[in-house]
């Protein structure tokens, strides 16, 4: 028998928003191998752990014993699911949202969906939901992981596009990174870090985190603050630089407005009492003032310490603060950038796939913006309403007011806060549906019915990574079992449902007229055109060349970093200040609660582990859960390393084993995202095991932004 040739497929990293280029190896319709692309501007050739040993997660027969490879049903609640026809699934899902949007109206419905998604299927599930049946109820994971840096971006600079890229960390000379353990998250840009470094020993690090993570370990100066506490760093930041003559008079008077009432604000934030509230030395914080104002080049990195948070928007513009008082923005090497949790948490924004949000950055809350898309989709009205954001919608559907959830790419039964809520919210609704790959996720076991989606190496489309920078995703392999493309599953459920609801038509025969991803890259890139964003100079054919920024615009070349002519996308031009107050966490530790429970990300594994999980030689870095805590503090409480103790929040209680690290503060305690109940397999399952630490962090989010405080929980330690 004749072996079939091995081909090569360019594509991308499904996991972090580096969004690192790879070319995957496959033979016949098994994926053979990854390596990393080195044509492309995110990684240049290298890959982390995780990006690596992709192909061994993918197409083995391990790994397709994990996944759902056909459509599944289930007609009540404990029943075993039996398959089901792709037309029988999605000729009974139009049936049950028909039916519910009819006896209820169209926000009992909602979509929650994903970060991971390519754009092409973010843009048709957006069209759906706010064109079709007419309710804005959609949201997504990246709601837990960017929505105060859009909100931060906003509120400042007039839209959500991070200014710079990733050749600014070759030009900096000050890295001032602030909720980000780079090093674990972002592995790839952290090797760029530490390439500059070596290039130029004069390069200063400074991180700001209560955590001493590896990224912290690498600072020359490290502000181990206390938690929740950064508005206040970033004020009394402000000060130092005002009283130090280190801001940028006509950079001010030029190009922002609102710097007064600022001014007045940090005036009462002297550097000693902020100090003594974040928990740092004086010295420190006026060191860190100094560096970032009087280097040439300070450029900002920030994650999910700033963004998940019940006062993340205001953590952002805080920070953003101290680059329009320096003018530390719009230079090579200067300004503020979010790093993007998710592979498309950005492409997501791009089409407007959040509850508040409408395509190519349009806002929900303009008329104006609404129409615009009504007449761009073809449908008389865009609803003003503003959906349901992440956690009010499992809140709304816990009350019984949304009746029907289609769950896409993610797994909130696991990565949502307060999963008890959660759970009641999945057990509450009429109809869940469950879009995925893998059948293994603790989502599945709620859904009435679930869909087989495709997966890395076997998808088609686009994504936009952390630097604007827009790669096609392409297919190596073709989709196993009966596997679709969660476009392709949308589309077939939009048309069956267009017949159910004809009056949301306008007389056309279909709003959703696509054979094909590119389709509806093309509607997309049409709607993007005069905003802040355009891509209306892009192709799927130019993509094929190499990986481009937004914006361009027909006709001009993609702009690799923004506002250098000191111009915003604000009414006026100018950049705004914001005046934001320093408030405190929105669950304080107390005499019952002592301890702060922090959670985050490990070197080698991504999210709820769905594909990092089936390797073995993931866990050789971390083998289990734990909970972190000060050597002190476990002295204290007589604990040992391994000495299992509960750990309770005023939502839960969970039981792992204590670890004394030296990496956490007194009175404080880490524990990784990655692990949830242990795996059960197949709808019709709901075991009630909330081991994962979501069964105890708080459902507070940013009044701004909606965006929880994933990272601050209060928290009690009993040896069990
Ligand atoms: Fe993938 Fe992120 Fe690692 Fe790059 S840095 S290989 S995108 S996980």
């Known amino acids: 028998m004749t072996q079939a040739a091995v081909r090569e497929m360019r594509s991308t990293c499904p996991y972090c928003g580096v969004g690192c280029g790879v070319i995957i190896e496959s033979q016949g319709e098994q994926i053979t191998g990854v390596r990393g692309d080195p044509d492309h501007p995110a990684n240049f050739g290298r890959l982390c752990t995780k990006g690596s040993t992709l192909h061994l997660t993918a197409s083995t027969p391990v790994a397709l014993q994990t996944r759902l490879l056909q459509p599944q049903r289930r007609t009540q609640r404990g029943e075993v699911p039996h398959a089901v026809s792709w037309d029988t699934a999605l000729t009974d899902a139009a049936d049950r949202f028909a039916d519910i949007i009819d006896r209820h109206g169209p926000d009992a419905v909602g979509f929650y969906i994903s970060g991971q998604l390519l754009t092409e299927d973010y843009y048709v599930f957006n069209k759906l939901a ?30 959500d596009a991070p200014p710079c890229n990733y050749e600014d960390i070759d030009h900096a000379e000050v890295i001032f990174i602030a909720g980000s353990n780079t090093a674990y998250a972002h592995p790839i840009l952290f090797r760029r870090i530490e390439d500059a470094k070596r290039v130029n020993p004069r390069l200063r690090i400074i991180v700001a985190d209560p955590r001493r993570t590896e990224t912290a370990e690498f600072a020359d100066l490290y502000l181990p603050i206390q938690p929740g506490t950064d508005v206040a760093l970033f004020h009394g930041m402000l000060h130092v630089l005002l009283w130090d003559h280190l801001i940028d008079p006509a950079y001010i008077a030029a190009h922002t ?43 900002s990195l920030y994650c999910q310490g700033l963004n998940q948070s019940s006062s993340g928007t205001a953590k952002n513009a805080a920070l953003i603060n101290l680059h329009l008082a320096t003018g530390q923005i719009g230079r090579p090497g200067a300004g503020p950038f979010s790093l993007t949790g998710q592979p498309n948490a950005m492409g997501g924004r791009e ?40 956690v009010e919608m499992f809140e709304a559907a816990a009350r019984g007011e949304i009746k029907a959830l289609w769950i896409a790419c993610t797994n909130p039964a696991q990565s949502m806060p307060d999963q008890a809520t959660v759970r009641r919210a999945l057990q509450r609704c009429e109809f869940v549906v469950v879009q995925e790959a893998f059948a293994t996720t603790a989502t599945c ?26 790669s096609r995703v392409r297919p190596a392999v073709a989709a196993p079992g009966e596997a679709r493309h969660d476009w392709c599953a949308v589309v077939d459920f939009a048309r069956r449902l267009e017949a159910r609801l004809p009056e949301r038509l306008n007389g056309r025969p279909t709003l959703f007229p696509y054979d094909t991803p590119e389709a509806i890259w093309n509607e997309h890139r049409e709607s993007t055109r005069g905003r802040d964003l355009d891509i209306t100079g892009l192709s799927y054919a130019e993509l094929e060349r190499a990986p481009q920024h937004w914006p361009c ?80 503090d476990m002295e204290r409480r007589g604990l040992k390393d391994g000495d299992l103790v509960h750990l309770t929040s005023r939502r839960g209680s969970i039981v792992l084993p204590a670890q004394g690290s030296a990496q956490v503060g007194l009175a404080q305690a880490f524990v990784a995202m990655h692990w949830g109940e242990e795996f059960v397999s197949g709808c019709g399952s709901t075991g009630e095991r909330l081991t994962g630490v979501n069964a105890l962090t708080t459902p507070a989010f940013c009044p701004s932004s909606k965006q929880p405080e994933l990272k601050h929980t209060a928290v009690k330690v009993l040896k069990a």
């Open 130 to 159: 706010k064109g079709l049946i007419g309710t804005n109820n959609v949201d997504t994971n990246s709601r837990l992981c960017m929505s105060s840096a859009v909100a931060g971006y906003k509120l400042t600079l007039g839209a």
């Open 257 to 299: 407005t609102g710097f007064d009432a600022l001014k007045r604000r940090v005036m009462d934030f002297h550097p000693k009492e902020v100090a003594r509230l974040c928990g740092i030395e004086t010295a420190a914080l006026m060191e860190a003032a100094h560096w970032f104002g009087q280097s040439k080049a300070t450029l």
């Open 351 to 390: 089409v407007g796939g959040l509850a508040n949000l409408l395509s190519a950055h349009r806002d929900l809350a303009n008329p104006e913006h609404r129409a615009e898309v009504a007449r761009l989709w073809g449908v008389t009205d865009v609803p003003a309403t503003p959906g349901k954001t992440a």
């Open 445 to 470: 076991a709620y859904a009435d019915l679930l869909l087989p989606a495709t997966t890395w190496g076997e998808k088609d489309g686009t994504v936009t990574n952390s630097e604007r920078r827009i």
């Open 553 to 632: 615009p027909e006709g001009q070349a993609p702009r690799a970093r923004l506002y250098e002519d000191g111009r915003f996308p604000t009414p006026d031009g100018r950049a705004r200040f914001a005046d934001v107050a320093y408030a405190p966490l929105a669950e304080p530790r107390d005499a019952r609660y002592p301890f702060s429970l922090t959670t985050g990300r490990l070197r080698d594994h991504w999210h709820g582990m769905s594909r990092t999980g089936l390797l073995g030689r993931l866990f050789g870095h971390v083998s289990e859960p734990a909970v972190q805590l000060h050597p002190q």
